[in-house]
């Protein structure tokens, strides 16, 4: 059961892209153009994978610089070791400059573990059906989450994170939940910063992973980062075992 479920991770981390978008599209266009056109990238690399493996690498690449917010993400697994406050804390210049390059070396370590990880995985989807719900997960006023389609909101009412939900049908009957959380970056493009499967939130899990490097290197941040491996599943396996 697991490894469906871990399966179904690998493409939903990868399923979405900017790639299709325009200016004018928001999180739902996005997530709902941009699943189809991996799903093509898949089936055409099924014909050359054998002779040219770095040719679907390379697409998977090409996808995920596109949508993924690379050093948000990373930010946000390294917690309070790469945040905002914490660099503020900092007093000198050489301090702040040894922060920037940590982050900088982390993020391009997170981003290309995650590439080798997952291209190799996407080529086992075995082409099921992938529905993307018409409806977006926002946060009021008042703080709570509530959904509104897709239809009846525009994208310049849209703040803060949106989160669009998909549902990726395999051998069982309930389909998978994956719930994207997206956000808009300085050029105002939606980007990725997150992703939830069957409630094990990915974001979360690699956070722990850091930390637990962290607690083992004795605080060591960068031999923490030397050691980088994008590993997640033992820990995804400990945290569904216990739902």
Do not use: C, H
């Amino acid at each position: 059961m697991f490894k469906q479920a871990f399966l179904v991770l690998l493409l939903a981390f990868t399923g979405v892209s900017t790639s299709l978008a325009s200016d004018t599209k928001g999180p739902y266009e996005v997530v709902a153009d941009t699943t189809q056109e991996l799903l093509k990238v898949i089936e055409e690399a099924r014909s050359y994978i054998d002779e040219d493996e770095p040719r679907f690498t390379g697409e998977i690449l090409r996808i995920m610089d596109e949508v993924v917010d690379f050093q948000s993400f990373a930010r946000g697994v390294m917690g309070d070791y790469g945040s905002s406050q914490a660099y503020r804390r900092l007093s000198t210049d050489e301090e702040r400059a040894a922060f920037r390059d940590r982050v900088f070396r982390f993020t391009e370590t997170f981003r290309e573990g995650l590439i080798n990880t997952y291209s190799k995985g996407l080529l086992a989807f075995d082409g099921n059906r992938i529905e993307v719900l018409p409806e977006l997960l926002v946060t009021d006023a008042s703080g709570e989450l509530k959904k509104v389609s897709a239809d009846e909101i525009s994208d310049k009412d849209l703040q803060g994170s949106v989160s669009v939900r998909q549902e990726i049908y395999g051998e069982r009957a309930k389909p998978y939940e994956v719930i994207y959380t997206l956000r808009k970056d300085r050029d105002g493009q939606w980007k990725l910063r997150n992703v939830v499967i069957e409630g094990l939130n990915l974001g979360q899990i690699y956070k722990s992973q850091f930390v637990a490097a962290v607690e083992t290197e004795n605080g060591d941040i960068d031999k923490v980062i030397a050691n980088w491996t994008v590993a997640p599943k033992e820990v995804m396996e400990k945290q569904a075992s216990a739902q």
